[in-house]
């Protein structure tokens, strides 16, 4: 794509929201986009794929027919004959201002550029040539569409949008850009756009690892919030249709990697050995804890949380299994291209996206609410490997999405609307800015951990030297909400300097063989005392787990006990009523024979004839004591006792199967030591 092209696109989207802000609707705005083409190319007669894909093309767009076919009709002074389109005079259809607009906003894009240029030849301290400058403007065209190809250049991007953060011009025009986006996004795979409110068809969307962290806050406030505010949306539409049309699962692998995560957590614990500074989850994990306990403390916290918001483990085990070939997507031809355009090993990352094609089997997958299934990863490569187009049909919904993507599709979905309240933090230009800087300044921390490690390995460094530097990485790492723009010079400049190598050049120097001995000897040492440290830990581990157990049924014994006495007192609520409508029945019937002109002694008759029957049921509801074998009376108020109970149980989301699995379980587990 030229610059020309960039701008292009960049000024359509601008140009989409400038129009939607005039008060026209969707269909309204593509109509304005139609009545352009018609009077500009002239067009006496056209057909419906005709016009789309002009529309398409002129401005970028990838609209569906169906959405340009009602946006049609909302045009006046066109006839269809058949499947053709007819105007009696092209210049009928002459848009006023739309060529004002348009080249307003392109300039405001020029002047954007023009600055944005300037900047990264004042930050690289040279002139940039004309295939650098075309090579920046597409990146930042993509930045700002979040687009995953062409990610060069985005920290000079991020650092730059940071800087003009109280700029009102250039942020009226970026946001202009960006709603734009959101508008166009709820277009896109969707051929009815006014079916706003409710989502009609079921959709899983698979969770990996890093967005689960995310929405614990382990990856920091700022990815807490974006999760926080998607799962927010999805509650909205499945409460407003009643039942849970979305559903949140997570893979098995997904889980191993998460057991993975913190049994790795509790070794750096137990160990020497710091965590890589660049995996921010893994010192928030870490961060705090004292003891394995900590740890396990930490995890079951976690899942706590993925229970508390309906994220549950994916039980479907036929992946592999014959019926489901024709639904896999993998071959050696893809896995040889993928491997080639990533340079690396294909295979996990492409393990996950089969899986969803499984899931999708027969789906419509032009429209986004029929795919039936979708990954949402935080993975950068697994995106990327979904847009490949061995992957991915053309018009076809992506195997794997972003936070984003998700969250601008049921935002527009639930019809909320710019202005009437306040927008998620996934559209904020700033916070995008925050987390990609982050990103690309915690991967190239990593990167310097690794090489830091092998120079380590290789005894270019010794450890005093490593520690040194380690400190020094682990100052470095930015979490989103720590880039600040006081900040962003210091970030650029360990993102850009080869800061390992000056590190090597001032304080490497040469070892004797007696000291690497020294330091193979001391590192064997410790490789056996941990060793022998984790087997007598064991043991310890065990019962550490078991009483945490013990402590969980305690703490969940108190629950029950508060809630038993609510369901009881609900009960007894219960029986005191059926008293009172008993006596009240008595009462009546007593009053009524008394007034009915009756001999005297027949209407005592009638009267103590119920006696008998009240003394009995009084005296049931009392002592609940059958003088009947077989009581109806007992079975019924049995029966609305466990309910009772239950309703308790589920009003206060306390899982009494749980309860009783972990009573029996620590109940078995007593037995076994007795």
Known sequence: MSENQSNKLLASYALFKGLYDTGKDIYGVIAEYLKKIISDKGLYNFTLDEITQILNKEFEFNIPNAVVKASLNRIENITKQGANYETNNPNDFIVSNFDEFEQNYQKRNDDIIESLINYVEDVKQKKIDEEEKTSLTHSFCNYILDKQNGNNNFEYISAFILKHDNDSYFKDQIDKIREGVILY??????????????????????????????????????????????????????????????????????????????????????????????????????????????????????????????????????????????????????????????????????????????????????????????????????????????????????????????????????NKGFGKEALPKSFDIISKSQIILSTILNKKIGNDYEELQNEYKKGTLNEEQVKARLLDLRNNVRRPEDIEKDSIDDVLQVITEDSLDKFIEEQVYHKSKAEQQALENESLKSKLAKKE??????????????????????????????????????????????????????????????????????????????????????????????????????????????????????????????????????????????
């Not at 085990?317 to 014959?322: D, H, I, R």
């Not at 049924?553 to 409508?581: C, E, F, G, H, P």
């Open 185 to 414: 996004s709820g277009i896109k795979y969707n051929n009815d756009i006014n079916d706003f409110g409710a989502w009609r068809t079921e959709l899983t969307i698979y969770i990996e690892t890093e967005i689960l962290f995310h929405l614990a806050g382990y990856n920091g406030e700022l990815y807490r919030i974006l999760a926080a505010d998607l799962l927010q949306f999805i509650k909205e539409i499945n409460q407003k249709a009643g039942k849970k049309m979305i559903k949140l699962k997570y893979f098995s692998d997904v889980k191993c990697e998460i057991e993975g995560f913190f049994t790795k957590a509790k070794y750096l614990l137990e160990g020497d050995s710091k965590p890589n500074p660049s995996i921010t989850a893994m010192a928030s994990i870490v961060n705090g804890c004292k003891a394995p306990s900590d740890i396990l403390a930490k995890k079951t916290d976690f899942y706590e949380l993925l229970k508390r918001n309906s994220i549950i483990e994916d039980e479907y085990t036929e992946y592999y299994l014959e019926k489901n070939h024709r639904y896999n997507i993998v071959s050696q031809n893809l896995i040889d291209s993928v491997s080639k355009e990533i340079q690396g090993d294909a295979h996990d990352y492409l393990k996950f996206l089969n899986f969803i094609s499984i899931h999708r089997r027969e789906a419509n997958e032009n429209n986004f609410e029929n795919i039936k299934a979708i990954l949402l990863s935080g993975n950068s490569t697994t995106l990327k490997i979904a847009w490949n187009e061995l992957v991915k049909e053309n018009g076809h919904v992506p195997l794997a999405t972003t936070m984003n993507f998700l969250t601008n599709k049921f935002w527009f979905k639930l």
């Open 533 to 674: 440290k984790v087997e007598t830990d064991l043991e310890e581990s065990k019962k550490e787990i078991v009483q945490q157990k013990k402590l969980q049924l305690t703490t969940l014994s108190k629950i029950k006990q508060s809630i038993d006495y609510k369901a009881l007192k609900s009960y007894n609520s219960y029986k005191i009523k059926l008293i009172l409508i008993l006596v009240i029945l008595f009462v009546g019937a007593g009053v009524f024979i008394w007034y009915a002109n009756w001999e005297k002694l027949e209407k005592y008759t009638y009267i103590l004839s119920f006696v008998p029957l009240l003394i009995y049921v009084i005296y049931f509801l009392v002592k609940e004591k059958e003088i009947i074998p077989k009581c109806a009376i007992k079975k019924h108020l049995a029966t609305y006792r466990d309910k009772t109970y239950q309703k308790k149980y589920k009003e206060s989301n306390f899982d009494i199967d749980d309860y009783l699995n972990l009573e029996k379980e620590l109940n078995k587990q007593k037995n076994n030591e007795c």
